[in-house]
């Protein structure tokens, strides 16, 4: 599986967008990249994946680079529940395991 | 449906007592798997099933046992707990096709004394 980057932690003012970095420059051709996020103590939750196409959907939007080596996710209006470590994990096609690095801690403030 | 759930929410145990933690799903969903984090960590798999009667392991399997006899039911067995077996274990499902999509517990948060 490809190694991702995320920054530690992040700010965001509630009612702002929250751009959350991740670089994944070892990504192969055939690896989704996938973002999850976790709220204090609970399960990871799934948010939206892509390949190479930006993708939106009712929670966030996906913008990947042209080269597929970093992507962001956006929430385009925080608010405090968004407060969660999100995760960003390229996964490959046959490859059943889902690898979590310590992802960044988005904390949105009112 | 109430999805992935876990039994019980927290569990103290002393080094060396066995135990069992649930984890049941009523989505029919063929893959099932147990992952563990470790304070300020992500999660790390410990096994999985592609099927009931299938499992097979993770990155760190060493001291617990599963086994599939259901499609529903994915349970994780501590053999002989250890201190350094204090986290908090979180049970997935997920289904053919659904790629990296995978549905997740609530988790239980084990303490070993």
């Known amino acids: 599986d490809a190694k991702t980057t995320q920054p530690p932690s992040m700010d965001c003012a509630e009612g702002r967008a929250a751009n959350l970095p991740c670089n994944h420059s070892t990504i192969s051709g055939n690896e989704y990249v996938y973002w999850y996020r976790q709220i204090h103590s609970q399960g990871p939750q799934y948010i939206i994946h892509?390949?190479?196409n930006n993708e939106t959907n009712e929670m966030a939007s996906l913008i990947i680079t042209e080269d597929r080596k970093s992507s962001t996710l956006i929430l385009p209006h925080a608010t405090l529940r968004d407060t969660a470590v999100y995760y960003c994990?390229?996964?490959?096609?046959?490859?059943?395991?889902?690898?979590f690095g310590k992802g960044t801690l988005l904390t949105v403030n009112p | 449906n109430a999805g992935v759930t876990q039994t019980p929410k927290f569990q103290v145990l002393k080094t060396g007592q066995s135990m069992t933690l649930q984890c049941a799903q009523d989505?029919?969903?063929?893959?099932m798997s147990w992952y563990r984090q470790d304070p300020g960590m992500g999660l790390r798999l410990i096994h999985y099933s592609v099927g009931a009667g299938i499992t097979d392991q993770g990155e760190v399997p060493n001291g617990y046992n599963v086994s599939r006899s259901t499609t529903e039911d994915f349970p994780l067995r501590l053999l002989s707990a250890a201190p350094s077996q204090t986290s908090v274990y979180f049970c997935a499902s997920s289904y053919p096709g659904a790629g990296g999509l995978q549905y997740f517990g609530p988790g239980t948060r084990l303490t070993v004394t």
């Open positions: 989505m029919n969903h063929e893959y």
């Open positions: 994990i390229p996964r490959g096609g046959s490859n059943y395991k889902l690898t």
């Open positions: 892509g390949l190479k």
